[in-house]
Each structure stands twice: as structure tokens, then as C-alpha cells.
């Protein structure tokens, strides 16, 4: 008699999980009909591959894989191809705060200063700062101002390469 899951806790950052708990609960249910779970199904393995990658990550988060996804495609997770794992959802969590800041600011929504009282635009530092507050990402897992720079870095790298496109 196999059990009808198994659950895989993987490392993670701490952000990272408030991130994916806020989307999909303490525990995602692993199936083909959410990216996240396409993503881990098509990185799980029948073969044991062993390589020596490092995985400093400060907390975890909770996998929960059907019987029949396993007898279907396996249970191996290398080490590997869970930093790829987490790489990806690094990768969405900055891509749902990139369009969430240039949404907020492309329909010049509004917040109240709370010093001055008064109605300003949003900027992309207020909808950063919002944005990490709606999944208690706390200062110290990840720096406002970093993020922050990282998102014009990011978009003028963006700029550069679509200028590049058209030019040639």
C-alpha cells in the first residue's frame, strides 16, 4: 500500500516563503493546474543524481506531492534542481512586483501621506514599500531600498535591450 501524498520541504528564503504563503497557503498541493506546480512536476526525477550544491537558504516551505505524480514522473529532487526551484520563484516573485508597481503607478493611483495628510501620486518606492507590507515581508528579510533599485536597474536593462532590438 504507497501513501496516497508525500511531502518535500525545500529550502528557501524567508520573503520567499511569505510570498508563496500568501498565494497558495502553508503548503502547495502539487498539480499540473498552477505554475508552481507545473514547474515542480517537471523538475522532479526518477534518477538520483548527486552534486554538491550549497542551499543556504533561511526557512522552508512545504510541497505536498499526489501518489500518482510520483509512479508518473518520480520523487528524486537534487539539490541542483532545487536551487533552480527556488531561482524560479525568485524570479515570479519580482516579476509580481515589477507589475504591480508599474500597474499602481500606470493608473496613477493615490496614497494619503501620512505625514502631511494630503493625497500624493504613487511612485515606485511607495508601491515597493506596499507591496513587500502585503506579504509581511519585514525589513530585514529584504531591504526596501535594494529592492527599490533593483527594480530601476532591472527596468533600465530592459530599456537598453529594446533599444538594442530596434536599432538592429
Known amino acids: 500500500m504507497y501513501p496516497e501524498m508525500v511531502t518535500l520541504i525545500i529550502p528557501i528564503d524567508s520573503y520567499l516563503k511569505k510570498y508563496l504563503i500568501k498565494k497558495y497557503g502553508s503548503h502547495h498541493m502539487v498539480s499540473r493546474d498552477s505554475w508552481l506546480g507545473r ?7 526518477r534518477q538520483y543524481k548527486k552534486k554538491n550544491i550549497s542551499l543556504k537558504k533561511s526557512d522552508t ?4 506531492i499526489p501518489y500518482y505524480v510520483i509512479k508518473e514522473v518520480g520523487l528524486d529532487l537534487p539539490t541542483a534542481k532545487m536551487k533552480s526551484l527556488a531561482v524560479m520563484i525568485e524570479q515570479i516573485f519580482y516579476n509580481d512586483l515589477y507589475t504591480y508597481i508599474e500597474v499602481s503607478m500606470g493608473n496613477q493611483l493615490s496614497f494619503i ?7 500624493n501620486e504613487q511612485n515606485a518606492y511607495k508601491a515597493t514599500e506596499q507591496f513587500l507590507s502585503s506579504f509581511d515581508i519585514s ?10 533599485k533593483r527594480f530601476y536597474r532591472d527596468r533600465i536593462s530592459d530599456k537598453s535591450k529594446k533599444q538594442k532590438k530596434q536599432i538592429a
Not at 139 to 148: A, T
Open 39 to 45: 514547474y515542480f512536476i517537471e523538475i522532479l526525477d
Open 61 to 64: 516551505y512545504t510541497f505536498v
Open 113 to 119: 501621506n501620512s505625514k502631511s495628510k494630503n493625497f
Open 139 to 148: 525589513e530585514d528579510e529584504l531591504k526596501l531600498d535594494s529592492v527599490y
